[in-house]
């Protein structure tokens, strides 16, 4: 944390001091929170406004099932089976 000097009104003291009193909180602590709330607030609206956001969910992929979870799967799967890794049941899988 940083330490900050500032000045308030004389009632925005009064009003800080009682709520924090209140709260069973320091007064420090109280402000930061207030101010956290502020920021976060005007942090959602200016990100409403934001025009790129809007385009955000706007397109959908094919119905195929590949998704971000299995693209590996799909990219990295052999083109033909390893015959290798197969096992033979009867004479005609040799052939």
Do not use: C, F, K
């Not at 706007?58 to 195929?64: C, Q, R, S, V």
């Not at 099932?65 to 799967?73: P, V």
């Not at 015959?83 to 005609?92: I, T, W």
Request: aromatic content about 4%; charged content about 30%; proline content about 5%.
């Amino acid at each position: 944390m940083r330490r900050a000097q500032i000045i308030l009104e004389e009632w925005q003291h009064r009003w800080l001091a009682e709520e924090a009193a209140r709260r069973g909180t320091s007064m420090s602590a109280l402000l930061r929170e207030l101010l956290t709330e502020a920021i976060e607030r005007r942090q959602m609206v200016e990100m409403e406004e934001d025009p790129l956001l809007g385009i955000v969910g706007l397109g959908a992929g094919p119905a195929d099932g590949i998704t971000s979870a299995n693209l590996d799967q799909v990219l990295y799967r052999p083109s033909r089976p390893d015959p290798l890794s197969r096992v033979a049941e009867d004479e005609a899988d040799y052939r």
